[in-house]
């Protein structure tokens, strides 16, 4: 019977030896390292301003957790403070941070490198990408020192109380934040096109779509999904500016404002919410997918396993990219509408459990029986198994009508997102880096601060949002200031409410440690050699460590085999590079550990 | 939102016949000898090219958005119908000879008939330039009967229809300066590039094209129960 390799082969094989004139060569310091056109220069940038923002992001969740510890104590929150941290800490985790630290970052340094490309195809316009995420990030930061403070509408932004007087930040704070997305966005873009052309078109050969490593469909996917569900966003935001500057109504109702009626009439909020959960659905997959691809390839590093199931793991992520369209209006269960849509969104909810449980079984099957190395990046990826679980199951719970219903705005909902959304992916975020951060500096980072920062983090995020569940079934609010005058909500539950923030404020200084050590290991880490993990994908067979203008030096390499070709039997190694030929292979047999 | 999916289902359409036929019947795990030389007679598409389409499938996602949000406004009942243009028309007629022009353009450059590229890019270009100035009379019309945006939510989905396609429509005539500059400056070397350049117009014209008859069925014609002209006012 003969063996399918890949349809490839009648296709096109781009040449070894790639012409000079094709890469772009930097002659000045500038030109090297702030106007780079170099893939993995523009994924530092990105990579560092995102976890730059990432901490301000941080330090308001510290000042919220304070806040709902001791109420009343600090006298530089208010409730539009409250508020406005709210805000901003959520879109800034979403938007900021995760996305682009995944797909700016992750995206730019891995895709050429896995994929056997020497950058990507368009140098020139991913370089502006960079720039304009940045400016999108500057002007989100302006927000903060503008009359009125940023908004502090939540990070969903709803119209009517989004523009209204009233709200924080509702004259210029909004403004800004609009402008700053439609900005991340168009930058966003024109990164994308390039994520999504360069897996299409520049792969090295013998590198079929189906030998890819599931970081790069992860990536690939995410990038698509990115690429058509920001542009609800971006639509929500231009009819919001044009609601808020030339005063036409399109989610603006009649409405009395300050015992005044506004011009405003006939404009349908609802339709924000459409819009923006269209956008605002596919963005948890967004950050998830290149969570799922990179977990799937630690872990199969790690366990020194072949990922199991790996075709059924493409089709997981397409299924769950394109289920991920039509499930929106799960959020919208108590925005009134007709109940037999409420009835579809919660099937087609619970339907996309089935592609996600077949990648949990599948990680947890190439882990079954591995030569399981309890390195810091695996720590951290049996870690996102275990919390996005926990976040799913949730997610289940919140999926039906009956149960969202009463759930809706609670802590319930916050601990849930976290677990899913939150802290699932930024372990993966963690791994990824503690992985990869051989290759980009030639230097290990401290194994001992590593262990320490992940049993911190993972201890800790549970410390904080398991109770946090406990919350919301007794009914506390979220985006709450201080609940008052009550009497359904216990007096334990402040004590739980104490317990909570001193865990975050542990939880975030762990993540100091961990910036420490990215910045020491840098200087004084063990140096790492080419391939510390002894790992299959291209990107460790670069012939320099960091790799340099161009990756591959003089020829690109060529791809013989998938990227999971670990301890396959009768080899003397426990892993073949994918550009090892076959008759390359030493034979003779590996002994275990 | 009905619009947005089917367009979104059409996409995954293609996307999952593509992986179909890229992971049927093969063993990712099976190893490989040496992959075959460069195949002349099979090059890829164009990088640029391949981008050009991908960014064709988010611009449409965006107009598909935008005509979701329309649908779904419409079905409130607070509309007051705006005039319909007569020189809505003309202008249609007049991007339609833009595209045929660029169509025209882009088979003078594969027959590398410089002269004529030269000439029919020019044509292309001033039939846009004449689209966009005749939808800014449009609007000046309406302005001068008294339709302003924020007038009813009619005039304001009108106004930010046509200005989002008109913006598109702008950046097309941005990209086209490359390709005319090129033809201006007639070197030999360059005649790849032009006919690659001219190629890409083209495509995007009769993009725009589509997403314009599109746009113009939804706001004028009768039949699909969503148009807000009314000719009952004509203009
Ligand atoms: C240890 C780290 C974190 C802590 C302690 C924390 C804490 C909080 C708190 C206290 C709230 C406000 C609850 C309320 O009053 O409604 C909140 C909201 C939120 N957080 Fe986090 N968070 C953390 C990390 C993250 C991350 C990594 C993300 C990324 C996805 C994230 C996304 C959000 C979102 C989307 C909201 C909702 C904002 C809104 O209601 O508009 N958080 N977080
Ligand atoms: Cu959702």
Redesign the interface.
Known sequence: MP?????D???????TEVAEVELYHPKTFLGKYVWSQDAKIIAIQYGVTAIGVGVIALVLSWLMRLQLAYPNQFSFIDPSNYLQFVSMHGMIMVVYLLTALFLGGFGNYLIPLMVGARDM??PYVNMLSYWVYLFAVLLLVASFFVPGGPTGAGWTLYPPQAILDGTPGASWGIILMLVSLAFFIIGF?MG???Y??TV???RT??M????MPLTIWGIFMAT?LA??AF??L??SA??MI?DLT?????FMPAIVSKGQAL?H????PI?FQ??FW?FGHPEVYIVALPAFGIVSDLIAVHARK?IFG??MM??AI?AIG?LS??VWAHHMYVSGMNPYFGFFFATTTLIIAIPTAIKVYNWVLTLWRGDIHLSVPMLFAIGFIFTFVIGGLTGLFLGNVVVDLPLSDTMFVVAHFHMVMAIAPILVVFGAIYHWYPKITGRMLHDGMGKFHFWITFVGSYAIYYPMHYLGFMGVPRRYYAVTGTNFIPDSAHSLNVAITIAALVVGAAQVVFLYNLVRSYYRGAPSGGNPWNATSLEWQTPHTPPEHGNFGKELP?V???A??YSVPGVRHDFIPQNV??SEVPSGSWAKP | ?TI??LF?AG??GV??WW?L???T???????????????TA????H?AK??LI??L??AT??FA??IS?YA??IR?L?WSPLPQPRLLMVNTAVLVLASLAMEWTAFAARRGDQDRVRAGLAAAGLLTVAFVAGQLVVWSQLAGAGYF??T??AT??FY?LTA?HGLHVLGGLVAWMRPYARARSGRDADAARLRLGVELCAIYWHFLLAVWIVLLAVLVSKDLGLSICSTAVPL
């Open positions: 063996t399918y390799v890949a349809h082969e009648s296709d096109y094989a781009p040449p195809v368009f873009t994308g096109l390039n999504v052309v299409l078109q520049a050969r013998g079929t779509l189906m030998r698509i690429l058509l542009p609800a971006f639509v231009i009819m044009l030339l005063g036409t109504s399109f011009s009439d006939g404009g349908s339709l459409h819009l269209f072949n790996y075709r493409v089709w397409v394109g369209f039509i060529v013989y085999r998938w999971y070709d030929p076959p | 939102m947005t999916l979104l996409l995954m996307v999952v992986l036929r890229e992971s019947r093969v063993q990712p795990w099976a190893v490989q000898g040496p992959v075959p030389d460069v195949h099979t090059l890829p598409r990088a391949t981008a991908v960014f499938a988010v996602s965006l958005l935008f949000a779904m406004r409130l607070d945006v924020a009813s939510a304001g989905f930010l989002v």
